[in-house]
C-alpha cells in the first residue's frame, strides 16, 4: 500500500511517502492508523490526536471506518487550511 | 474550469475568458484571496507562507466542488485557479469566479466554493514568521461557513 | 471610492489597484455586470442598452451607499464604478469591490453594495429591440434584494 | 425652482429640464407634483400613476410629504433600474 503524508504529519513522520506491506486484520482506514502508530514515536506522535487526523482513499475523503486494501493510495494529513 | 499552479494569474485576463462571448451572462461574482501579514503585536509578522497541496486529490476535490455549484445552481461559467509554493504577503493565493444570469446565483455560488473549498481542498500553510515557521490551524469559522451550505440546497439558491 | 463614467474599465488593473500595498487583506470580492441579450423567445433580444443617469445625484447616492458599507462592516477598500451611455451585450455595466481582512465581510459588503446599487442609484435602462425602444422596468426582485439589508444592521456582519 | 426630469417621465413631459416659478401654496412635493399635472397632457401622462413617480429633492429622495422652496433642485424620474 502507498502511503503519503502532508504538513505537519509528514515532517512528524519524517517520510513523504512510503510503501508498507499492510499486515493481515488491517481491513479498515482505523485499523490502519493504529498500526502505523506503532511504527516508532515519529508516527505516535504525528498520529496522536485523532481530532487533527484525516484520511484520505484514492484520494477521497474517508472516515475511520472505511475498507483499505493493499492497491489502494492512503493520504493521512492535517485538518485542510487553503483558500 | 479549474487550475492549480505553482505561478500567479492575472484576475483581468481571466474573468475576461470566463465571460467573453456568452451574451446570457448577467453577472460575474469573483473572490481573491491574498497573502495577508497582519503585524498584529499579538502575533508575529508573515514574512511568507509556503502552501504545500495533494497533487491529483486537489484537482479532484477542486473539480468536485465546482460540479457541486453547478448542480445547485444555474451558473453559465465557473472558475477556480488555486496557487501552491511560496508566497509573499499581498500576493494573490486563489481566484474563484462565478458568472450567471443572475447575480444571486453568481454570489451564491461564489461564496459556495469558497466555504467549501477552505474546508475540503487538501491545501495547507506554512507561515514564516521572525520566530520560525508555524502551520496554520484549521479554523472553527470556516467550518461554520461550510455548514452554511449542507442544509437543504433548495434553500440556498 | 466611486466613479461614474461613459469608457470601460479594466477589472484587473481596479482589482489590482484597490488592494496593492495593503498587507492587511485577506479577500476581495467584486461584481461585475454586464449587458445581457437572453435571446429569449418570448422577448426580443437585446441589440443595445443604453443608461441614462443623474449627474450629481449618481455621485452622490453611490457616495452614500459607499459610506453605509464601511459602516457596516470592517473594510480596507472598496470600489464602485459605473458607467452610462450606449453599451452593447457582453459590456461591462458595474464594477463593485471590496476588500477586507476577512472573507465574508468582503462578500456581504459586496453583495450589499450591488443591492442597494440598484434601487437607490439614480440609472435607467433603456433597451435597444427589434420592436422598438423599451424603457426596462424595476423589479420586485431588486426591491427584496435591498430590503435584505434594512433589518438590524448587526445581524447581517 | 429647477425641475429635472428623466427616462420616460422626461421624455412624456417633452423636455429634461426647466425653471418654474412656484405659485403660493406649493410647499410639498406632493403639491408640487399635484401642480406639475395642471401643466399639459404631457404633464398629467407622466406622473399619472404615483407608484412610478420617484422624487429627489436636492438631490436626495424625498417623500411627498417634504417640503420644497424656490431654491431647492427638485428631480422626477421613475424607478431607479441600473446595475
Known sequence: MKILYFAWLRQRVGRAEETVDLPDGVTTVGGLVDWLKGRGPGYAAALANPALVRVAVNQEFARLDAPVKASDEVALF?????? | MIRV???????????DKLTRGNRTIGGLAS????VRDLHDPQEDGVAAMTLEHYPGMTEKMLANIEAE??????????LIIHRYGRMEPGERIVL????SRHRDAAFDACRFLMDWLKTKAPFWKLEETASGERWVEARDSDDAAA???TKDPKAAE
Do not use: I, K, N, Y
Request: with cysteine.
Open chain 1, 78 to 83: 492535517p485538518p485542510v487550511t487553503g483558500g
Open chain 2, 5 to 15: 499552479q505553482r505561478e500567479d494569474f492575472d484576475v483581468g485576463v481571466e474573468l
Open chain 2, 31 to 34: 473572490f481573491v484571496g491574498l
Open chain 2, 69 to 78: 455549484a453547478h448542480r445547485r445552481w444555474q451558473l453559465d461559467a465557473s
Open chain 2, 96 to 99: 474563484v469566479a462565478c458568472a
Open chain 2, 147 to 149: 455548514r452554511r451550505w
